[in-house]
């Protein structure tokens, strides 16, 4: 259920509400000036996390040089606040401006998919700007919207900022649902009576609470812990599986491929889908290192258990485009 900011707290954040429904009105030539701005504050004075970015970067790239290192950096920063305007833009921007700018292909698929009957788990990164990913809905047909269509995501503990993205990441019309309800909800569609099916997106490259029960694979050249939840999920209740695979073609400009990994999660070896994921991640990584969230701390609590053999690759992806 989603928590409601109390008064207080409505009237102290009016200011912030106000600010960022003026910036989002801007139009994209000014919001990526205020970016560049933002990128001399952020890199160069406040110096955001960079000692956690350029551990990340080291550890991650051990051949690459200094310079090569610093420029990913730069480059990284430049993506960050790039991300933050984007955003912020979401509360103002028009469907045909979102189509423009975030081109989805193969939708045709996923969407005989969910009409055929079968439910969708979609798995995600923290690459490129995955808040609009959602914009996805603008490419299905009317029909298919029917179907119950949402996100996974991590409630903040400050009640006002929690509702802020909520609105954010409704704006296409689809639904949040907290982490901790994940299970509930996917169970519960399936069981409807009205014969809806879920599409359902996974933030999947988190660090797992802990990591026992979840699949250990050598990622970036760290011994890495990923979510198994998620095709745990899938495997359950006999879903298909895709990727957004999103990659920048422009500034402001990213294209998406629904990439299937499997058309049913149940008939694959134990494992396949996330190993799936994690090299499609690495590879993606490694075309466009500056396109992936470095300030988080992905490795912040080491994984001392040796990798996991990979399981039979599936569906084997181009990752050269």
């Given at each position: 259920m989603?928590?409601?900011?109390?008064?207080?707290?409505?009237?102290?954040?009016?200011?912030?509400?106000?600010?960022?429904?003026?910036?989002?009105?801007?139009?994209f030539r000014l919001l990526?000036?205020?970016?560049?701005?933002?990128?001399?504050?952020?890199?160069?004075?406040?110096?955001?996390?960079?000692?956690?970015v350029r551990q990340n970067l080291s550890e991650s790239f051990p051949?690459?040089?200094?310079?090569?290192?610093?420029?990913?950096?730069?480059?990284?920063?430049?993506?960050?606040?790039?991300?933050?305007?984007?955003?912020?833009?979401?509360?103002?921007i028009s469907d045909e401006q979102m189509r423009r700018r975030c081109v989805m292909e193969n939708v045709d698929e996923v969407t005989s998919t969910l009409m055929s009957g079968?439910?969708?788990?979609?798995?995600?990164?923290?690459?490129?700007?995955?808040?609009?990913?959602?914009?996805?809905?603008?490419?299905?047909?009317?029909?298919?919207?029917?179907?119950?269509?949402?996100?996974?995501?991590?409630?903040?503990?400050?009640?006002?900022?929690d509702r802020f993205f909520l609105k954010l990441r409704g704006r296409f019309r689809t639904t949040c649902v907290a982490k901790d309800d994940t299970l509930r909800t996917v169970a519960s569609v399936q069981r409807s009576a009205d014969g809806r099916r879920s599409l359902i997106g996974y933030i999947a490259d988190q660090h797992p609470r802990h990591n026992a029960g979840n699949r250990i694979v050598q990622f970036l050249n760290h011994p890495t812990a990923f979510l198994s939840g998620t095709e745990a999920i899938a495997r359950h209740f006999d879903m298909?599986?895709?990727?957004?695979?999103?990659?920048?073609?422009?500034?402001?400009?990213?294209?998406?491929?629904?990439?299937?990994?499997?058309?049913?999660?149940?008939?694959?070896?134990?494992g396949a889908i996330t190993d799936a994921f994690a090299l499609w991640l690495e590879r993606r990584v490694n075309r466009y290192p500056e396109q992936w969230l470095w300030t988080h701390k992905r490795w912040k609590r080491p994984v001392t258990t040796a990798p996991e053999p990979p399981a039979s690759l599936i569906n084997p992806i181009s990752y050269d485009e």
């Open positions: 989603t928590r409601r900011p109390s008064f207080i707290e409505n009237v102290v954040y009016a200011p912030l509400w106000l600010a960022l429904h003026a910036l989002a009105l801007l139009p990526y000036l205020i970016s560049d701005s933002l990128w001399l504050l952020v890199y160069g004075i406040v110096r955001y996390r960079v000692k956690v051949d690459k040089s200094p310079e090569e290192l610093r420029l990913i950096e730069r480059k990284f920063y430049h993506h960050l606040c790039d991300y933050f305007v984007e955003t912020i833009k979401l509360l103002h079968r439910s969708i788990a979609v798995y995600a990164a923290h690459f490129g700007n995955w808040e609009w990913l959602t914009s996805i809905v603008l490419s299905m047909p009317e029909e298919a919207r029917r179907h119950f269509i949402g996100q996974i995501y991590q409630p903040l503990n400050n009640r006002w900022m298909a599986v895709f990727v957004f695979d999103m990659v920048p073609t422009g500034r402001g400009y990213y294209r998406v491929t629904l990439r299937r990994l499997s058309a049913d999660a149940s008939a694959e070896q134990e």
